[in-house]
């Protein structure tokens, strides 16, 4: 042996001994003259190493589970108690120790049974257990594995961490009390608020980016963020906001109104295609800008007075403007951060954000991760230290999860709560305490292409509608005491039309057969099976089902149900499908936000194809219309011709938002627009 290590170059020895063998191993690698560093295993992880190796462990380096600095609750209170008992720290081998048969007793309570079968049977059934070593993953076949490892080195008679493991692995590990966990369905597809349509990314940007103005809770009056007051000309047609001078970007530079200005003209670039351009056509020569038709960014109507002072010229009078400045397509971004990083500025590296809260960790198949920005102008308000979004695939497990205390929050604009589950949880004499209904200002539905046959024929499409039960479907399917919905706008909403109008279409399966038969498929004779698409989601699916089922039973009509993630649904157009899931939540209290942004033919997404110049004419005069009875009698007539005359959108029911909130998450509401103000919230 000693031939070898004194005639063979090489950097380390791997020790595969354990204790107390080993440690006589080492003092005779060193007594021969070879001091290179000994790689032992985690079997070396004791400090008695000094007692028998002495000086000569020095320079000794292993592998361990256990790192008694981890911010965890368990690994806290285990070393603290440990401590307190028996004076010194603990090692790995004692925190492994406690780990077995803390999981031992948590399994033998969990079957019920002291009996190794049931012990077996259970731990087989537990995909992952949180000790002192941190979090476990449990295999099929029972087998126990610490996720995290670190590395240690004998140094000056103790082991000592190799380099600051703490930074590269507890970035994400979890301290539940100063920790709220909230579950998503889906991935989160940006954080880019140029690019924001779906509810999840909307949150978490109300988190990251302040807006001119926001909603007040409760009452949804217009309220001052990043701006500190506004004034508009007589005719409503030019708005100036004065700006905070206290708010600061991330690395300390002042966010001015030179940033809105520049965030507008980068949103309305017709090459950057940004998902919601159409909501600044409000402001003077946008469309234009945006059809390419006038090239000159700097002619769009909006401009900087100074360093905090931003003022909008309008294409027309809007006494709801000041809503719409807080919407992310007109929050400012830093300019330096997206010249700089391109589409990868929104990278926890690299982001830039304004808000309450700044982005640390996105790991987009699991999790994101914001924690409290302590550069906010308002950061000692800010109680709640970290937000985790949690990526869940279905509602079911996220109950599972809630029940386990593995989140805070289910339900409302987060990953939805089990319909099903609804009767058990209002009736469960600790979770109906946990339960909160409020109402969204949502409407669900169905959009038609209706450039596609067959649905192309007004005739098929209010054979369609006049075959779906509503009652049925929220009685049995969704048994959350949603309201029916036969037009677009939700109650609530100015301009929304009062039940007592009896705009839309009633189910009425007779009639559905005779129009589908005036179509020229009697019972549904010839006719090809039609394709519904929505996003991956117990919730849609069920309703997707429902609704195939209704036409097959009254119209003897094939619908092939088409699920995909929503990563694809959000961005696949719908020139390809016959009907698709379309929902829409209010931005701001007014039924333009319904009726002119979504089906406009031109001056808004449009996800139907649909052209009707009339309907576009009336919502045009509804936007410029200062007086109240006249816009509502416009916004009467286009309801009248989108859901009943050319039966382009299929309007469901209105939504609510049911929530299971912890009782640990104090000073909670719902928030019906926007994203959630967790500014505001605290634990206890």
């Known amino acids: 042996m000693s031939n070898v290590l004194k005639n063979t170059r090489f950097d380390a020895i791997f020790l595969a001994g354990i204790h107390p063998s080993a440690a006589e191993i080492i003092k005779q690698i060193r007594e021969v003259g070879v001091y290179v560093p000994i790689l032992g295993t985690h079997q070396l992880d004791y400090d008695e190493l000094l007692s028998i190796a002495g000086k000569t462990a020095e320079g000794t380096i292993v592998n361990t589970s256990f790192d008694q600095n981890l911010p965890n609750n368990y690994t806290q209170n285990f070393v603290k108690q440990f401590k307190k008992k028996y004076i010194h720290s603990p090692d790995s081998f004692a925190a492994q120790g406690y780990d077995a048969l803390k999981l031992l007793a948590f399994c033998i309570n969990k079957g019920d049974s002291p009996r190794p079968v049931v012990i077996n049977t259970t731990l087989r059934c537990m995909k992952k257990w949180s000790g002192t070593l941190g979090d476990y993953t449990i295999d099929k076949n029972g087998s126990i594995c610490p996720n995290q490892i670190f590395f240690k080195k004998f140094n000056h008679g103790m082991f000592e961490f190799i380099e600051d493991n703490f930074k590269s692995t507890s970035g994400i590990d979890l301290v539940k009390d100063v920790t709220i966990r909230i579950p998503v369905n889906g991935v989160i597809l940006n954080v880019d608020p140029g690019y924001t349509l779906d509810d999840t990314s909307i949150d978490i940007i109300e988190q990251l980016f302040l807006g001119l103005t926001d909603f007040t809770p409760k009452t949804y009056e217009i309220a001052p963020e990043l701006a500190t007051s506004w004034t508009s000309s007589s005719n409503n047609e030019i708005y100036t906001f004065t700006m905070r001078k206290d708010c600061v970007w991330t690395n300390g530079q002042p966010v001015t109104a030179h940033d809105i ?194 649905v192309d024929n007004v005739l098929v499409r209010k054979a369609i509608i006049s075959a779906i039960d509503r009652e049925r479907l929220i009685k049995l399917v969704l048994r959350g005491g949603e309201k029916q919905a036969k037009t677009l706008t939700p109650p609530s909403i100015f301009g929304a039309v009062d039940n007592a109008e009896d705009i839309g279409i009633d189910f009425n399966p007779v009639l559905a057969k005779q129009l589908l038969s005036q179509a020229g498929y009697p019972d549904g004779k010839n006719f090809p099976m039609i394709e519904l698409s929505y996003n991956i989601s117990e919730f849609h699916e069920q309703l997707a089902r429902a609704i195939s089922l209704f036409l097959e039973t009254y119209l003897n009509i094939k619908v092939k149900l088409s699920a995909m993630p929503w990563s694809i649904f959000s961005r696949t157009d719908r020139k390809s499908t016959h009907m698709f899931r379309f929902s829409w939540t209010a931005d701001y209290p007014d039924a333009n936000n319904f009726l002119n942004e979504l089906f406009h033919p031109s001056k808004s997404i449009n996800k139907i194809c649909w052209n009707n110049k009339k309907y576009a004419k009336i919502v045009e005069m509804a936007a410029v219309e200062t007086n109240i009875s006249k816009r509502k009698e416009f916004y009467k007539q286009a309801e009248k011709i989108l859901v009943e005359e050319d039966a382009a959108f299929i309007p469901l029911f209105y939504d609510n938002a049911h929530c299971l909130v912890k009782p640990r998450v104090k000073n909670w509401y719902y928030m019906v627009m926007g994203g959630q103000h967790i500014r505001d919230w605290y634990l206890k």
């Open 261 to 454: 200005v520049w965030t507008i003209r980068r949103n309305i670039k017709p090459e950057n295609n940004c998902s919601l351009s159409h909501i600044l056509y409000i402001l003077k020569n946008a469309q234009s800008i945006h059809k390419g038709q006038n090239k000159n960014l700097s002619n769009i109507g909006v401009s900087a007075i100074d360093d905090y002072t931003v003022q909008f010229n309008l294409e027309y009078p809007a006494s709801y403007f000041p809503a719409l400045t807080g919407l992310p397509v007109f929050r400012p971004l830093n300019r330096k951060a997206i010249e700089t990083y391109g589409k990868d500025w929104v990278q926890p590296q690299n982001i830039q954000t304004n808000g309450s809260y700044r982005l640390v960790n996105w790991s987009r198949s699991s999790m994101m991760i914001l924690r409290k920005n302590i550069k906010y102008f308002d950061a000692e308000n800010v109680s709640i230290q970290e937000i985790r979004y949690y990526i869940i695939p279905n509602n079911t497990l996220g109950l599972s999860m809630y029940l386990c205390d593995e989140l805070d929050i289910l339900g409302a604009n987060y990953l939805k709560i089990p319909n099903k589950e609804l009767p058990f949880i209002q009736s469960h004499p600790i979770l109906r305490k946990q339960y909160y209904k409020e109402s969204k200002l949502n409407i669900y539905g169905y959009g038609f292409n209706v450039n596609l046959p067959p």
